[in-house]
């Protein structure tokens, strides 16, 4: 007979896996753990290369040399901006229009859900400029974007400077087969979300935009640009974007190509793990670090280039800046087809290596296979598989188990997933929902009262434990937090597997910490140190410690107080990006996380 | 006294003039026997680049650059099918419009005013190619794009693009293999559309494109052997793309120093690109042909000589024995009639190809075979060894 189907070969299975269950779960989590840490060495990582032919070898010879041009545009764009405190459009059409291109603007609005304290904004209204350079030889089929965000907080006067006379260098080439678009958008990311959905012709977060008069085609690339100075030591590039998303390997590699060929130095910040460390965290938060995460998900591969002025010896001026780019946009126009060629999903240990996700994946795997084991032993358990029928001659039960006839009802398992969903949803809705009562009925402003309000229902879960046996009375208690710990366990399981496929940073930051202390909890054992455990654990806690993991890396650690303010404002941040750009971290550990880890906290505490 | 004299130095005269003449006759007679030497008295040309994308600049250069030596040479536009599967002189991308250029910083544009493309673009497919090698073209096809060589033609057929062991590849979409290509030789053969052919293919792998060839009188060159690469030479910065292939731009610069009265022959251009300068080996294929490859002039495929020569002299040429007179005598007619008629046989061709059976490759049984055993030895095991085996397990 069988493996699985002869009783006697499936006792001696289930006795291995129940026996030998705790040292696979450990030996499995410190695989996860140690496979991770090795990612950021050499035998797996891999040296960075063009896979798009089109793109190919070839150099070309850049030929930009308006560097004081482009500090003249940019001195009179900060002297104008001063004067009206706003971006001076009409003095960005006149200058886009001398430079030759067709220019158009497009106005928004939004109302935000409740006033953000970072930018000091509410109600946001602003203007977009965008000039087009059209192909001399070839149809507006497709474009490039060069896109330089303005907000009242970053000054990016060199930036526009740049931009303008790249728009007007690129203006007298002939060898164009795709439109340029250069675009300078207000409020920072706002500004760039409404161009883009005013483009794509979509409404995802609620946007209020006029509609464009210029188009150019399907957009194939974009580059995005945030100089504070006239003259930088380095340029730092950010790939992370809006829920996780990366861009094609392609167009780093084409960077890193052009950095190495103009001699200009470019970083990551961080070195080897450290840099590893920090793109897991910046993934995982979801945030757009930059105009570049916004177009990632209407599938254009976008780069956030960021000057950086610091102590070192050797600067490099605006010209050396724009031969990059000139020498970038360049090779974009030889592409026929969008970027597919290379990796949409990797981690970066250094800018020149990179880790794919063949190779990182089983780190997750493994770090899941605990619940999975931990899942089967408790399955095993309770359907007793291990046991022969003369030892369990005890047991009333005279045929095979089932699993409701063990007492174990679908009301008493059903009950507690209920309940924690509901929080869950109380969550998710009422913090935003019930602002305006909070700061009715107590002195605090409403980003604060929206915070509170999540602090207060996310503790009042905790209290859950004692007043659900109010309602659901189980009679053969073992059995029944067995059965939760099993669907907790699985539903875990899969939430954090699907998580792991599209950010798989946030999956395994998640996966980690979570699955240790959903292993071990039980109601037998050390209560208050289970507690504890999970608590740690809990959503919640991990953003904290995550927030601290980051300063330290960044070499810039925190007090507890202010890890505690920051801790606050990113709260609020996580909830105002989810209404405006859609950002998923809120919801998924709102709705998806939180009741999941409240299941265990069920767990703990059963009586 | 004078009398001999005179006629000492008369004998003498009458000696040197009949020695000088005898020279002179013998001279001529070397000069016609090169007249007939190579036998062709056409000569046609079929260049193709099967590549399309700007990044295949090069291909497109290379072609160019063999038309341009090939027209300079002397063969005309009505006798050279051009194929250029894109276009790159009008394409977006180029800096320099209405230009193709083979050699960087601009110096040597290969479009030229003059050129007469026959086959452009989506018209550059295998099956266009094979009709106009075999002549099976629709009627309504114009003069310019047909093949009309006949059977004193030496035909240059230069293919380029991206190629692999065994194929070449068309327009990003489909391939030709080395046995069609071989096949519509031996079509062309038979059907006496050629009298020599020149094939020179410049792809990586280039030299697996002639292994299948088997028709008589093809001399073959390829740029790289079966398992390397063909590489490109030099790259253009402000153009942003590779100009030339390396082995075409050798070829060219060896056929730069050509003009229709050299005498260079085929040895030298076999010897073109060594693998210093080109990294890969090129490769020739002389065993199909007749004639010795030192004999072969490069113009007698690369150029379009006019053979002329003036002569006082009569020349009485060699009654061929087998070729037997047919009179019209009524009383003969019957015989003749009951004699059957045959094509007179110009060239024996299984005494001249000598081809050694090609040993067939073993290859391990695969897929259904292998499925079956596996399926026995199961069904094999599981009746008598499943006790044995579960010792093992």
Same mark, same amino acid.
């Given at each position: 007979?069988?493996?699985?189907?002869?009783?006697?070969?499936?006792?001696?299975l289930?006795?291995?896996?129940?026996?030998?269950?705790?040292?696979?779960?450990?030996?499995?989590?410190?695989?996860?753990?140690a496979?991770?840490?090795?990612?950021?060495?050499?035998?797996?990582?891999?040296?960075?290369?063009?896979?798009?032919?089109?793109?190919?070898?070839?150099?070309?010879?850049?030929?930009?040399?308006?560097?004081?041009r482009?500090?003249?545009?940019?001195?009179?764009?900060?002297?104008?901006?001063?004067?009206?405190?706003?971006?001076?459009?009409?003095?960005?059409?006149?200058?886009?229009?001398?430079?030759?291109?067709?220019?158009?603007?497009?106005?928004?609005?939004?109302?935000?859900?409740?006033p953000?304290?970072?930018?000091?904004?509410?109600?946001?209204?602003?203007?977009?400029?965008?000039?087009?350079?059209?192909?001399p030889?070839?149809?507006?089929?497709?474009?490039?974007?060069?896109?330089?965000?303005?907000?009242?907080?970053?000054?990016?006067?060199?930036?526009?400077?740049?931009?303008?006379?790249?728009?007007?260098?690129?203006?007298?080439?002939?060898?164009?087969?795709?439109?340029?678009i250069?675009l300078?958008?207000?409020?920072d990311?706002?500004?760039?979300e409404?161009?883009?959905?005013?483009y794509?012709?979509?409404?995802?977060?609620?946007?209020?935009?006029?509609?464009?008069?210029?188009?150019?085609?399907?957009?194939?690339?974009?580059?995005?640009?945030?100089?504070?100075?006239?003259?930088?030591?380095?340029?730092?590039?950010?790939?992370?974007?809006?829920?996780?998303?990366?861009?094609?390997?392609?167009l780093?590699?084409?960077?890193?190509?052009?950095?190495?060929?103009?001699?200009?130095?470019?970083t990551?910040?961080?070195?080897?793990?450290q840099?590893?460390?920090?793109?897991?965290?910046?993934q995982?938060?979801?945030?757009?670090?930059?105009p570049?995460?916004?177009?990632?998900?209407?599938?254009?591969?976008?780069?956030?280039?960021?000057?950086?002025?610091?102590?070192?010896?050797?600067?490099?001026?605006?010209?050396?800046?724009?031969?990059?780019?000139e020498?970038?946009?360049?090779?974009?126009?030889h592409l026929?087809?969008?970027?597919?060629?290379?990796?949409?999903?990797?981690?970066?240990?250094?800018?020149?290596?990179?880790?794919?996700?063949?190779?990182?994946?089983?780190?997750?795997?493994?770090?899941?296979?605990?619940?999975?084991?931990?899942?089967?032993?408790?399955?095993?358990? #309770?359907?007793?598989?291990?046991?022969? /029928?003369?030892? =369990?001659?005890? *047991? %009333?039960?005279?045929g095979? +188990?089932l699993p409701? $006839?063990?007492?174990?009802?679908?009301?008493?398992?059903l009950?507690?997933?209920?309940?924690?969903?509901?929080?869950?949803?109380?969550?998710?809705?009422?913090?935003?929902?019930g602002?305006?009562?909070?700061?009715?009925?107590?002195?605090?402003?409403?980003?604060?009262?929206?915070?509170?309000?999540?602090?207060?229902?996310?503790?009042?879960?905790?209290?859950?434990p004692?007043?659900?046996?109010r309602?659901?009375s189980?009679?053969?208690?073992?059995?029944?937090?067995?059965?939760?710990?099993?669907?907790a366990?699985?539903?875990?399981?899969?939430?954090?597997?699907?998580?792991?496929?599209?950010?798989?940073s946030?999956?395994? #930051?998640?996966a980690?910490?979570?699955? /240790?202390?959903? =292993?071990?909890? *039980? %109601?037998?054992?050390?209560? +208050?140190?289970?507690? $504890?455990?999970?608590?740690?654990?809990?959503?919640?806690?991990?953003?904290?410690?995550s927030?601290?993991?980051?300063?330290?890396?960044?070499?810039?650690?925190?007090?507890?107080?202010?890890?505690?303010?920051?801790?606050?404002?990113?709260?609020?941040?996580?909830?105002?990006?989810?209404?405006?750009?859609?950002?998923?971290?809120?919801?998924l550990?709102?709705?998806?996380?939180y009741?999941?880890?409240?299941l265990?906290?069920?767990?703990?505490?059963?009586? | 006294m004078?009398?001999?004299?005179?006629?000492?130095?008369?004998?003498?005269a009458?000696?040197?003039?009949?020695?000088?003449?005898?020279?002179?006759?013998?001279?001529i007679?070397?000069?016609?026997?090169?007249?007939?030497?190579?036998?062709?008295?056409?000569?046609?040309?079929?260049?193709?680049?099967?590549?399309?994308?700007?990044?295949?600049?090069?291909?497109?250069?290379?072609?160019?650059s063999?038309?341009?030596?090939?027209k300079r040479?002397?063969?005309?536009?009505?006798h050279?099918?051009?194929?250029?599967?894109?276009?790159?002189?009008c394409?977006?991308?180029?800096?320099?419009?209405?230009?193709?250029?083979?050699?960087?910083?601009?110096?040597?544009?290969?479009?030229?005013?003059?050129v007469?493309?026959?086959?452009r673009?989506?018209?550059?497919?295998?099956?266009?190619?094979?009709?106009?090698?075999?002549?099976?073209?629709?009627?309504?096809?114009?003069?310019?794009?047909?093949?009309?060589?006949?059977?004193?033609?030496?035909?240059?057929?230069?293919?380029t693009?991206?190629?692999?062991?065994?194929?070449?590849?068309?327009?990003?979409?489909?391939?030709?293999?080395?046995?069609?290509?071989?096949?519509?030789?031996e079509?062309?053969?038979?059907?006496?559309r050629?009298?020599?052919?020149?094939?020179?293919?410049?792809?990586?792998?280039?030299?697996?494109?002639?292994?299948?060839?088997?028709?008589?009188?093809?001399?073959?060159?390829?740029?790289?052997?079966?398992g390397?690469?063909?590489?490109?030479?030099?790259?253009?910065?402000?153009?942003?793309?590779?100009?030339?292939?390396?082995?075409?731009?050798?070829?060219?610069?060896?056929?730069?120093?050509?003009?229709?009265?050299?005498?260079?022959?085929?040895?030298?251009?076999?010897?073109?690109c060594?693998?210093?300068?080109?990294?890969s080996?090129?490769?020739?294929?002389?065993?199909l042909?007749?004639?010795?490859p030192?004999?072969?002039?490069i113009?007698?495929?690369?150029g379009?000589?006019?053979k002329?020569?003036?002569?006082?002299?009569?020349?009485?040429?060699?009654?061929?024995?087998?070729?037997?007179?047919?009179?019209?005598?009524?009383?003969?007619?019957?015989?003749?009639l009951?004699?059957?008629?045959?094509?007179?046989?110009?060239?024996?061709?299984?005494?001249?190809i000598?081809?050694?059976?090609k040993?067939?490759?073993?290859?391990?049984p695969?897929?259904?075979?292998?499925?079956?055993?596996?399926?026995?030895?199961?069904?094999?095991?599981?009746?008598?060894?499943?006790?044995?085996?579960?010792?093992?397990?």
């Amino acid at each position: 007979m069988g493996l699985l189907s002869d009783p006697v070969r499936r006792r001696a299975l289930a006795r291995i896996v129940l026996r030998l269950n705790t040292p696979l779960c450990v030996l499995s989590y410190v695989a996860g753990i140690a496979w991770f840490l090795a990612l950021a060495f050499p035998p797996l990582t891999q040296r960075t290369y063009m896979s798009e032919n089109a793109m190919g070898s070839t150099m070309v010879e850049e030929q930009f040399v308006g560097g004081d041009r482009a500090q003249g545009f940019a001195r009179d764009f900060a002297a104008h901006q001063r004067k009206s405190r706003a971006l001076p459009v009409a003095w960005l059409e006149r200058m886009m229009r001398s430079v030759g291109l067709e220019v158009y603007t497009q106005s928004f609005s939004r109302k935000l859900p409740f006033p953000d304290e970072t930018h000091e904004r509410f109600m946001v209204s602003g203007t977009n400029v965008y000039g087009i350079l059209r192909a001399p030889r070839a149809a507006s089929t497709e474009s490039l974007v060069l896109t330089v965000p303005c907000g009242p907080d970053s000054t990016n006067s060199q930036a526009v400077g740049l931009l303008l006379a790249l728009a007007a260098h690129f203006r007298g080439q002939i060898y164009w087969a795709k439109d340029i678009i250069f675009l300078v958008t207000e409020h920072d990311l706002m500004g760039t979300e409404a161009w883009l959905e005013a483009y794509h012709d979509v409404n995802v977060t609620g946007m209020q935009s006029s509609p464009l008069q210029g188009r150019a085609g399907a957009i194939q690339a974009a580059v995005a640009l945030e100089l504070n100075s006239d003259v930088v030591t380095s340029l730092d590039v950010t790939v992370e974007g809006l829920n996780g998303q990366l861009p094609n390997l392609d167009l780093l590699n084409l960077f890193q190509t052009f950095c190495q060929k103009g001699g200009l130095l470019c970083t990551l910040q961080g070195k080897g793990l450290q840099t590893l460390l920090l793109m897991v965290l910046r993934q995982a938060s979801g945030r757009p670090h930059g105009p570049h995460g916004l177009f990632l998900r209407y599938r254009v591969e976008a780069l956030t280039l960021r000057g950086i002025n610091s102590f070192r010896q050797y600067k490099y001026d605006l010209v050396t800046v724009g031969k990059a780019l000139e020498g970038m946009f360049r090779k974009l126009n030889h592409l026929l087809e969008r970027l597919h060629q290379s990796f949409f999903l990797y981690l970066l240990p250094a800018l020149s290596r990179f880790v794919s996700i063949g190779v990182y994946m089983p780190a997750t795997g493994f770090l899941l296979l605990v619940l999975g084991l931990k899942a089967l032993e408790l399955w095993m358990q #309770l359907h007793e598989v291990g046991v022969s /029928p003369q030892e =369990a001659g005890g *047991s %009333p039960n005279p045929g095979p +188990p089932l699993p409701g $006839a063990q007492g174990v009802s679908l009301a008493s398992l059903l009950a507690p997933v209920l309940i924690s969903q509901a929080m869950g949803l109380a969550l998710y809705i009422l913090p935003v929902l019930g602002q305006h009562v909070a700061v009715q009925h107590f002195p605090v402003a409403e980003a604060e009262a929206v915070v509170l309000t999540l602090l207060a229902i996310y503790v009042a879960g905790l209290a859950l434990p004692h007043n659900t046996h109010r309602v659901v009375s189980s009679q053969a208690p073992d059995r029944g937090w067995m059965a939760l710990k099993l669907v907790a366990l699985i539903y875990l399981a899969l939430q954090l597997g699907c998580i792991a496929l599209t950010n798989f940073s946030l999956g395994f #930051l998640l996966a980690a910490t979570m699955v /240790p202390a959903a =292993a071990l909890t *039980s %109601p037998h054992g050390p209560r +208050p140190f289970y507690a $504890a455990l999970l608590m740690l654990t809990s959503p919640a806690a991990i953003l904290l410690g995550s927030l601290f993991l980051w300063r330290e890396l960044q070499e810039v650690p925190l007090s507890l107080a202010e890890g505690w303010q920051l801790f606050l404002t990113a709260l609020a941040q996580g909830v105002l990006e989810h209404h405006t750009y859609g950002a998923l971290l809120f919801p998924l550990l709102a709705l998806g996380l939180y009741p999941c880890w409240l299941l265990f906290w069920n767990v703990l505490f059963w009586k | 006294m004078a009398a001999p004299c005179f006629f000492s130095r008369l004998w003498r005269a009458a000696l040197a003039l009949l020695a000088l003449g005898s020279l002179a006759a013998s001279q001529i007679e070397d000069q016609a026997k090169q007249f007939f030497r190579s036998g062709h008295t056409n000569n046609w040309a079929v260049l193709v680049c099967t590549s399309r994308f700007w990044f295949n600049y090069r291909h497109v250069a290379n072609t160019l650059s063999v038309y341009r030596s090939v027209k300079r040479l002397g063969i005309p536009d009505s006798h050279i099918v051009l194929m250029l599967a894109d276009d790159m002189a009008c394409n977006a991308r180029n800096p320099k419009p209405a230009t193709v250029f083979s050699h960087k910083n601009m110096e040597l544009n290969v479009y030229g005013d003059d050129v007469e493309v026959d086959y452009r673009s989506y018209e550059v497919t295998v099956e266009n190619f094979l009709r106009v090698l075999t002549g099976r073209i629709p009627p309504s096809t114009p003069r310019s794009k047909r093949l009309l060589s006949d059977d004193r033609s030496n035909i240059l057929i230069y293919m380029t693009g991206h190629g692999g062991n065994g194929f070449l590849k068309f327009q990003d979409s489909e391939e030709i293999t080395n046995i069609e290509l071989a096949d519509a030789f031996e079509q062309m053969w038979q059907k006496r559309r050629y009298n020599e052919l020149l094939f020179i293919i410049d792809t990586c792998q280039g030299a697996s494109m002639y292994e299948r060839f088997y028709s008589p009188n093809i001399m073959a060159l390829a740029s790289s052997q079966v398992g390397e690469d063909s590489l490109s030479h030099q790259p253009d910065p402000a153009i942003g793309v590779h100009l030339m292939d390396r082995y075409t731009f050798y070829v060219l610069e060896f056929l730069e120093e050509i003009n229709p009265a050299s005498q260079t022959n085929m040895n030298d251009l076999f010897q073109v690109c060594p693998k210093s300068l080109c990294v890969s080996t090129p490769g020739h294929r002389t065993d199909l042909f007749q004639r010795d490859p030192k004999h072969v002039l490069i113009t007698d495929f690369f150029g379009s000589v006019r053979k002329v020569e003036i002569t006082t002299e009569t020349l009485s040429l060699q009654r061929d024995s087998q070729i037997t007179e047919s009179s019209y005598k009524e009383d003969r007619m019957d015989e003749e009639l009951m004699e059957p008629l045959k094509y007179a046989e110009q060239l024996p061709v299984a005494q001249i190809i000598h081809q050694k059976p090609k040993l067939k490759d073993w290859h391990p049984p695969g897929g259904f075979i292998l499925g079956l055993w596996a399926l026995i030895i199961m069904v094999f095991f599981k009746t008598y060894g499943i006790k044995h085996m579960k010792f093992i397990f």
